[in-house]
T-cell receptor
Framework: KQEVTQIPAALSVPEGENLVLNCSFT??????LQWFRQDPGKGLTSLLL?????REQTSGRLNASLDKSSGRSTLYIAASQPGDSATYLC??????????FGSGTRLLVRP | SQTIHQWPATLVQPVGSPLSLECTVE??????LYWYRQAAGRGLQLLFY??????ISSEVPQNLSASRPQDRQFILSSKKLLLSDSGFYLC?????????FGQGTRLTVV
């Protein structure tokens, strides 16, 4: 059974710092991995999608990497801003096309 | 462009009452559809997913059920709500590899 874990569970940093969020999964037989952002009480916004054959994807200040063989992904946020404060979730599409989520990292960027 | 509609946004229901949450997708055809539940401060738990009309896979054998009467319509139901059914319910769709989510329904069972 695929399990997705995210560490840390919560993170508080001053504005301007570069930071790394971690995601790990137990079964490397995935089709892709997707990073989402969730603001309080809201739905999820897709940030980056990495196919299983890819190593990384970039969008603006965000960079996501994928090491499928070791079951790991990282989301790198450069020059963090208070507007980046949110919960960040990673999810993998498993061999049955189910989308399995981690429990998220709650990020607070202090002005 | 594709959009997903989920309603209602908030709902307060008494224990033992029925439930019907609806999700519709526009601008696409034959999407994979998903229902998730998110308890307070927790991750997303997959409840049901569907790869086509009338095809429902259940991940959580509780007092919830799902139906897909039309290609772009996904309904989450319950005959009798429990207190433990409270949570944030999210509908999602995928066509190709990327998933997109609705804005969610906050359900409080009292």
């Amino acid at each position: 059974k695929q399990e997705v874990t995210q560490i840390p569970a919560a993170l508080s940093v001053p504005e301007g710092e570069n930071l790394v969020l971690n995601c790990s999964f137990t079964d490397s037989a995935i089709y892709n991995l997707q990073w989402f952002r969730q603001d309080p009480g809201k739905g999820l916004t897709s940030l980056l999608l990495i196919q299983s054959s890819q190593r990384e994807q970039t969008s603006g200040r965000l960079n996501a990497s994928l090491d499928k063989s070791s079951g790991r992904s990282t989301l790198y946020i450069a020059a963090s801003q208070p507007g980046d404060s949110a919960t960040y979730l990673c999810a993998v599409t498993d061999s049955s096309y189910k989308l399995i989520f981690g429990s998220g990292t709650r990020l607070l960027v202090r002005p | 462009s594709q959009t997903i509609h989920q309603w209602p946004a908030t709902l307060v229901q008494p224990v033992g009452s029925p439930l019907s949450l609806e999700c519709t997708v526009e601008g696409t055809s034959n999407p994979n559809l998903y229902w998730y539940r998110q308890a307070a401060g927790r991750g997303l738990q997959l409840l049901f997913y569907s790869v086509g009309i009338g095809q429902i896979s259940s991940e959580v054998p509780q007092n919830l059920s799902a139906s897909r009467p039309q290609d772009r319509q996904f309904i989450l139901s319950s005959k009798k709500l429990l207190l433990s059914d409270s949570g944030f319910y999210l509908c999602a769709w995928k066509q190709g590899w990327e998933a997109f989510f609705g804005q969610g329904t906050r359900l409080t069972v009292v």
